[in-house]
């Protein structure tokens, strides 16, 4: 695989990473720290410049994830950086992605990590809802699930919607590389049982003002089925409004983002998920689960309900 470095210059580079997990409220994170005066977080989020491999033969949808692929394209996005303290970016899939750990080492040995982990079971109907409303899947959730276990050992990491809820397996490679200090490991229920809390505990650990807080009232990534494909289209936007979105002033963006993800929300509807389905991924999961919580300290038997 191909770093395409252009330039050895890291001066402009991030020393704060959120890594995952996918599904796991790391959009909102993205957006509250980057509404804070000391913070300045990628204009992209999801640069996935760390687990772009040149060398592998992506499917056009996967391959449009992947916009940042070289050094001086990724340098490009820090540009506009004035007196922040904090330089960040946000790309859930370098937790699930087997060689970041080691790229993002080589290149920024020193950065400070976030992790968010959220029980595996939930995060992959999650996954499921995202897919469906990308255009990504047409099958039903329990046949997904089935198929995939079944045929998980001939699985390419890129396409698998279970693989990155080895929560175990894919921080093992980021505690063998950096400092332990320089890895925050968070558990999803803290930040949806108190988000001031959990917000003031990530500032204290990226060393900034803890008295900032955005508005915790906009859910920026919500989950579900869409009640209307055509509303939720507009909604989605493109690679233009998004665009334009990125250089709107904060006292714009934050109330847009408001009424645009309430009536996000509003089209969305969220089956239940199979009792069935629900127990087969308990079982897919239970031995990830069980090292993860003896690696992180903390109680998980939850999840295995």
């Known amino acids: 695989m191909n770093m395409n470095r252009s330039s050895n210059n890291t001066q402009t580079l991030p020393n704060f990473i959120i890594i995952g997990g996918s599904r796991s409220a790391t959009t ?28 592998f033969n992506y499917n056009e949808l996967v391959l449009r994830r992947f916009r940042i692929r070289t050094l001086e394209d990724y340098t490009s996005l820090f540009s506009k950086i004035r007196t922040e303290k904090i330089i960040g970016e946000a790309s859930p899939r370098y937790l699930s992605t087997p060689f970041s750990a080691s790229r993002i ?3 920024l040995p020193n950065i400070k990590l976030l992790a968010i982990l959220r029980n595996p079971v939930d995060r992959v109907y999650s996954n499921y809802f995202a897919r469906i409303r990308r255009g990504e899947e047409t099958d039903g959730f329990s046949d997904v699930v089935e198929s995939e276990i079944r045929n998980f050992s001939k699985m390419e990491y890129v396409y698998s919607i279970l693989h990155p809820g080895l929560y175990y397996t894919n921080l093992k490679r980021y505690i063998d590389l950096f400092y332990r200090n320089n ?29 900032y807080m955005p508005d915790f009232n906009i859910n920026y990534n919500p989950t579900g089925i869409p009640k ?40 969305l509807v969220k089956p239940q998920m199979p009792e069935s389905t629900r127990e087969r991924l308990v079982c897919f999961y239970r031995d990830e689960i069980l090292k993860l919580q003896d690696l992180i300290e903390r109680d998980l038997s939850a999840w295995l309900k």
């Open 228 to 267: 209307n494909k055509f509303f939720n289209t507009i909604l989605e936007g493109n690679k233009y409004t998004k665009k334009l979105r990125y250089i709107l002033p904060l006292r714009l963006k934050v109330p847009i983002d408001r009424i645009m993800m309430r009536l996000k929300k509003r089209n």
């Open 105 to 107: 080492h080589d290149l």
């Open 183 to 211: 890895l925050k490991i968070n558990i999803f229920e803290d930040f949806i049982s108190e988000q001031p809390g959990f917000f003031k505990e990530v500032l204290n650990y990226l060393d900034v003002d803890t008295n």
């Open 28 to 55: 909102s994170l993205y957006h509250y720290l980057g509404q804070h005066p000391q913070i300045y977080m990628s204009p992209i989020k999801e640069t996935n410049y760390f687990a772009y491999d040149s060398e």
